[in-house]
């Protein structure tokens, strides 16, 4: 099946500054969705973004589908983007997600 | 506009016991999904239904596992004789006709003792 791997696994930011979060995938895919899951469990939808980029308001994604990678951006991050985000992709006609293992975010004020 | 609900939200069993958790998914979205995520990890898929039917079954989903949508709309998951290995969150999720997003509820954290 497909792979998917996030990096970095762990991430560390003084509020205010910018990161980049990236996601590679095995194969051509025809669903990709970047989560924040909340320090409740929630999962919340970002983006839907197989492919070209998207921005609102202070998050961006970008996805190359060529090269098989996602990036998302966050700006002028605060502590409350505190959480996990995943990078989920589906290749399959049912759209069954396989998720990546997460980039963990600690914003400190 | 509610979104997916999922009950119960906490359950705490002994193994060797049977749970039977519950998902209502967004009004009208025809696809439900169901996975499991333990502590650390991504979700993983387990199984998914579009409307009644049930299409396609993980080979994570043991014979202890069993999923319905008996009339396309709610969905219940069992874990049959529960072993620790089962403890994770599960999620549900819902997906319109024709979309894209899947949308999850909260989940249910199962607790095997």
């Known amino acids: 099946g497909i792979q998917v791997e996030q990096s970095p696994p762990d991430l560390i930011l003084q509020e205010g500054a910018n990161s980049t979060l990236r996601c590679n995938f095995s194969d051509s895919v025809n669903n990709l969705q970047w989560f924040h899951q909340n320090p409740w469990g929630q999962l919340i939808n970002l983006f839907y973004?197989?492919?070209g980029t998207k921005q609102n308001g202070r998050l961006s994604a970008t996805t190359v589908a060529t090269e098989r990678y996602s990036l998302l951006y966050i700006s002028s991050s605060q502590t409350t983007d505190s959480g996990v985000y995943f990078c989920?992709?589906?290749?399959?006609?049912?759209?069954?997600?396989?998720f990546g293992g997460g980039t963990r975010l600690m914003v400190k004020p | 506009d509610t979104g997916v609900s999922q009950n119960p939200r906490h359950k705490i069993t002994k193994r060797g016991q049977n749970v039977t958790f519950r998902c209502d998914p967004i009004s009208e979205h025809n696809r439900l999904y169901w996975y499991r995520q333990t502590l650390g990890q991504g979700p993983e898929f387990l199984t998914y239904f579009q409307n009644e039917a049930q299409l396609e079954k993980s080979r994570l989903l043991s014979d202890r596992f069993s999923a319905e949508r008996p009339k396309g709309s709610f969905s219940t998951l069992e874990i049959q004789r529960t072993e620790q290995g089962d403890s994770a969150m599960y999620l549900c999720?819902?997906?319109?006709?024709?979309?894209?997003?899947?949308?999850f509820g909260p989940g249910t954290r199962l607790t095997v003792t």
């Open positions: 999720a819902s997906e319109a006709p024709g979309g894209r997003w899947q949308y």
């Open positions: 989920a992709v589906a290749s399959n006609a049912g759209n069954m997600l396989t």
């Open positions: 973004i197989p492919s």
